[in-house]
């Protein structure tokens, strides 16, 4: 491991002169101070670049800083919080606050402000869906969030990232190419599971901002008892659920070159 670069100590280091090379010593001497300036001049490099280049907004890099903590709190509130609840919320406070500033205001584009109505609006269909797509998505942001920051702070103790340091590579290029890319093997596995959470949280959040989806249709169906309707809509999300895990085991290998199928 690489001791702290001293610019004070690389300044005092004496010049090699040719009455200090004579000999087995001098050869020595001179092979060590070389050696010296490269690991200087590596670590000068790679320090200019890491503070260039830093990828300062991962909180695994920033561990009980002020990003950090904020990424912890903001993350903790939004899984403490149930689907239904954070939803009825958005719908108060942006939907219905907000919302309405925005369409009372002369100089917002009508369309801008249908991405915060309360309900759905056919008349709009995506741009209605913004909000109730930011509730659903927001539980599963948080956990990605916790989870990779978890996973990389745990691969910057491993061997290989002190080596990549120590060979004179920059902090963007060993975070961002080595670290970060071993760290999302986690994360990949849970988004494979979180697929089949977000299909059940839909059938809540269309419930909540009245989208005619498919937690209507199960609704209405099951009142009418057509059991056709419900196989058919229990059949589709369970072959989402299914291609996203094979999805999942392919990134598997792309990861992480070591693993192979065969």
């Not at 280049?53 to 990424?71: E, I, Y």
């Not at 903790?76 to 009825?88: D, E, M, Y």
């Not at 719908?91 to 991405?115: H, T, Y």
């Not at 702070?153 to 963007?172: C, F, M």
Request: proline share 5%.
């Amino acid at each position: 491991m690489l001791r702290p670069f001293s610019w004070n100590a690389w300044a005092s280091t004496p010049p090699v002169t040719s009455a200090s090379t004579s000999g087995a010593s001098g050869v020595r001497a001179l092979h060590r101070t070389h050696a010296g300036y490269r690991a200087a001049d590596r670590h000068r490099a790679g320090f200019r670049d890491g503070r260039r280049h830093h990828p300062r907004r991962l909180a695994g890099l920033r561990k009980d800083k002020f990003v950090d903590n904020l990424v912890r709190f903001s993350t903790v509130l939004l899984i403490a919080f149930p689907v239904f609840v954070f939803g009825t919320l958005a719908q108060v406070f942006i939907g219905l606050e907000m919302g309405l500033r925005l369409r009372e205001a002369d100089w917002v584009p009508s369309w801008f402000a249908q991405m915060f109505t309360v309900t759905y609006n056919s008349e709009y269909p995506w741009l209605s869906l913004m909000l109730p797509g930011l509730v659903l998505g927001a539980f599963s942001l948080a956990a990605i969030a916790r989870l990779t920051r978890t996973s990389l702070i745990e691969n910057l103790r491993s061997d290989y990232v002190r080596t990549a340091r120590a060979k004179g590579l920059t902090v963007s290029r060993t975070v961002g190419v080595h670290t970060l890319r071993n760290s999302l093997i986690p994360v990949v596995t849970y988004i494979g599971i979180d697929i089949g959470l977000l299909l059940g949280g839909a059938l809540v959040t269309e419930g909540i901002f009245n989208i005619p989806g498919v937690g209507q249709l199960v609704f209405q169906a099951i009142q009418a008892n057509d059991s056709t309707v419900i196989l058919g809509v229990v059949t589709i999300p369970t072959v989402v659920f299914l291609v996203a895990n094979l999805a999942v085991d392919i990134l598997y290998a792309a990861l992480d070159p070591r693993i192979r199928y065969e």
